[in-house]
T-cell receptor, first 114, second 114 residues
Framework: AQSVTQLDSQVPVFEEAPVELRCNYS??????LFWYVQYPNQGLQLLLK??????LVKGINGFEAEFNKSQTSFHLRKPSVHISDTAEYFC????????????FGKGTKLTVNP | SAVISQKPSRDICQRGTSLTIQCQVD?????MFWYRQQPGQSLTLIAT?????????ESGFVIDKFPISRPNLTFSTLTVSNMSPEDSSIYLC???????????FGEGSRLTVL
């Protein structure tokens, strides 16, 4: 079975500062990895995903994440955040093959302050 | 990707009543999941609803409380029965990409039980 740990439940930052949201996973098999974002009072949308290939994945809104197999991590980064990035961010993992359910982390609340 | 429409988008319900949530997808999907997101929490999987088979419920969720229908590849319903305030949540249906497990979300259905 897979599990996901998001190490920070809340991350406050100032506008235009860089940010890193941390995600570690546990799995006995190879995995696919995802980051979803949930803006206030909205549903979830996909930010980016790692399926295979380059370990640096670029997503929407200037976010990127790096898959590190040895450290079983998939940290999300943005070099300069905006007020509009304030949201809940969820890391998720599924075993390769796609036949099993996605497992979500508990989420990280990113608050960007002016 | 898939476009998901849920009805109702939000509702206020009385304790002891039942409500059926409808989920319409704009394309045919085999794998579909129903999630619950309680206030300030991550997503919790209620059940897997694949067309042509009975829904599979996660630990802590039972068919009598959350009956699910999946009459075809584009539609599903979830009923929340005999509601209590603890059922106040966002309920999300989510089709999955069968090769990667990626989930697609709509806005969900926000239920408040008084």
């Amino acid at each position: 079975a897979q599990s996901v740990t998001q190490l920070d439940s809340q991350v406050p930052v100032f506008e235009e500062a860089p940010v890193e949201l941390r995600c570690n996973y546990s799995s006995s098999v190879s995995v696919y990895l995802f980051w979803y974002v949930q803006y206030p009072n909205q549903g979830l949308q996909l930010l980016l995903k790692y399926l295979s290939g380059s370990t640096l994945v670029k997503g929407i809104n200037g976010f990127e994440a790096e898959f590190n197999k040895s450290q079983t991590s998939f940290h999300l980064r943005k070099p300069s955040v905006h007020i509009s990035d304030t949201a809940e961010y969820f890391c998720a993992v599924s075993p390769q093959g796609g036949s099993e359910k996605l497992v979500f982390g508990k989420g990280t609340k990113l608050t960007v302050n002016p | 990707s898939a476009v998901i429409s849920q009805k109702p988008s939000r509702d206020i319900c009385q304790r002891g009543t039942s409500l059926t949530i409808q989920c319409q997808v704009d394309s045919q999907v085999t794998m579909m999941f129903w999630y619950r997101q309680q206030p300030g929490q991550s997503l919790t999987l209620i059940a897997t609803a694949n067309q042509g088979s009975e829904a599979t419920y996660e630990s802590g969720f039972v068919i009598d409380k959350f009956p699910i229908s999946r009459p075809n590849l584009t539609f599903s319903t979830l009923t929340v029965s005999n509601m209590s305030p603890e059922d106040s949540s966002i309920y999300l249906c989510s089709p999955a990409d069968p090769t990667t497990g990626e989930l697609f979300f709509g806005e969900g259905s926000r239920l408040t039980v008084l």
